[in-house]
């Protein structure tokens, strides 16, 4: 069966203080791996696409890696409004439109 | 550009009753998808839509019909609302299938059965 798992369920860190969040996942003929972030009351916001083990993206203090089990996103030097629920997504080759999220991890960054 | 607009953003339903959520994008996407997000679950996937005048099941189809008669639009109706349909209410769309560039979602729709 399909699954993602995102570790841990929240986490608090200072202004500055460098951190990574983890999700893996099983999945049968990995298509992609998604990471979203979502601010209360809002919907989510794409952010990156991995494809394949060996993959990374970045995008100002966030970067995406890959591995064939599991993905992290490194949070490099985070500030307040980086503060969101970040979920991470796989798609399988068993159904094309048919994502799997996990349940997210709640980042709270103090100043 | 709007994105993915939803309405209404609140509702109160009482149990048996009905309603449809509007869904409306402006990016002219071919996909689009309807998902529910309850509290210590993923985003569930409960419709979704190839094109225009195309729907398909997902994984939580039950008591939810769905329509795209205009390509911008996609409508999600509850015919007989249910207190286990409370939940957070996403539209999403996308040029293709698991893309490059992912999903668009809408900002939801709180929805509470009573």
């Known amino acids: 069966e399909d699954q993602v798992t995102q570790s841990p369920e929240a986490l608090r860190l200072q202004e500055g203080e460098s951190s990574s969040l983890n999700c893996s996942y099983t999945v049968s003929g990995l298509r992609g791996l998604f990471w979203y972030r979502q601010d209360p009351g809002k919907g989510p916001e794409f952010l990156f696409t991995?494809?394949?083990a060996g993959e990374e993206k970045e995008k100002e203090r966030l970067k995406a890696t890959l591995t064939k089990k599991e993905s992290f996103l490194h949070i490099t030097a985070p500030k307040p409004e980086d503060s969101a629920t970040y979920l991470c997504a796989v798609q399988g080759g068993s159904g094309t439109y048919k994502y799997i999220f996990g349940t997210g991890t709640r980042l709270k960054v103090l100043a | 550009n709007a994105g993915v607009t939803q309405t209404p953003k609140f509702r109160v339903l009482k149990t048996g009753q009905s309603m449809t959520l509007l869904c409306a994008q402006d990016m002219n996407h071919e996909y689009m998808y309807w998902y529910r997000q309850d509290p210590g679950m993923g985003l569930r996937l409960i419709h979704y839509?190839?094109?225009?005048?195309?729907?398909a099941k997902g994984e939580v189809p039950d008591g939810y019909n769905v329509s795209r008669l205009k390509k911008q639009n996609f409508l999600l109706g509850l015919e007989s609302a249910a207190p286990s349909q409370t939940s957070v209410y996403f539209c999403a769309s996308s040029f293709s299938p698991g893309t490059l560039y992912g999903y668009t979602f809408g900002s939801g729709t709180r929805l509470t059965v009573v």
């Open positions: 991995l494809y394949s």
């Open positions: 839509s190839v094109g225009e005048g195309t729907t």
